[in-house]
T-cell receptor, first 111, second 110 residues
Framework: NAGVTQTPKFRVLKTGQSMTLLCAQD?????MYWYRQDPGMGLRLIHY???????AKGEVPDGYNVSRLKKQNFLLGLESAAPSQTSVYFCASGAVDSPLHFGNGTRLTVT | GEDVEQSLFLSVREGDSSVINCTYT??????LYWYKQEPGAGLQLLTYIFSNMDMKQDQRLTVLLNKKDKHLSLRIADTQTGDSAIYFC??????????FGTGTRLKVLA
């Protein structure tokens, strides 16, 4: 049971570089989410998707873009990384009346 | 808007009971969840309670729900050092919306 898989696990970027974080789920969930977790801030929702081909902004969407071309995948892009985007990023998936399932996170450092 | 509040820290001695509290504002929450996050890992579902229940027990875990006061608690009996982690409560109202608390860091002292 893979559940929710995030790649990569760690990444270091220089300011201005771009990257894509990949999230894959094998539970046929309709909903997928990207969160960031910073010390003392809990989880903050970046973007989410309620189905294939749909995306929506969460609480802190600026500086990020997402795509959900296939139901099982949800990509998070940083076009021009900034030090303020240093964080741990979590992907989650879920369905109606069921709990969210989380990946193990991607630790991103922007220097 | 909807909000979920938790205290930030809790410290207990090994073998004691831990009680982690959570208050929420969204009365339409259908399910209320407790997640555990160990260092360097993602959030793992611990237990949940449906909104028409008052209590749920699962081995060392007891969840109490007071709908009138919108208060949720997680009791861990016989707390062990392996229980040291961050605990998140979350509410869901049968849609795609999940509201998470800020997390309570539990430290278990040997």
């Amino acid at each position: 049971n893979a559940g929710v898989t995030q790649t990569p696990k760690f990444r270091v970027l220089k300011t201005g570089q771009s990257m894509t974080l990949l999230c894959a789920q094998d539970m046929n969930h309709e909903y997928m989410y990207w969160y960031r977790q910073d010390p003392g801030m809990g989880l903050r929702l970046i973007h989410y998707s309620v189905g294939e081909g749909t995306t929506a902004k969460g609480e802190v969407p600026d500086g990020y873009n997402v795509s959900r071309l296939k139901k099982q995948n949800f990509l998070l892009g940083l076009e021009s990384a900034a030090p303020s985007q240093t964080s741990v990023y979590f992907c989650a998936s879920g369905a109606v009346d069921s709990p969210l399932h989380f990946g193990n996170g991607t630790r991103l450092t922007v220097t | 808007g909807e909000d979920v509040e938790q205290s930030l820290f809790l410290s207990v001695r090994e073998g004691d009971s831990s009680v982690i509290n959570c208050t929420y504002t969204d009365s339409s929450s259908t399910y209320l969840y407790w997640y555990k996050q160990e260092p360097g890992a993602g959030l793992q579902l611990l237990t949940y309670i449906f909104s028409n229940m008052d209590m749920k027990q699962d081995q060392r875990l007891t969840v109490l729900l007071n709908k009138k006061d919108k208060h949720l608690s997680l009791r861990i009996a016989d707390t062990q050092t392996g229980d040291s982690a961050i605990y998140f409560c979350a509410g869901a109202s049968g849609t795609y919306k999940y509201i998470f608390g800020t997390g309570t860091r539990l430290k278990v002292l040997a």
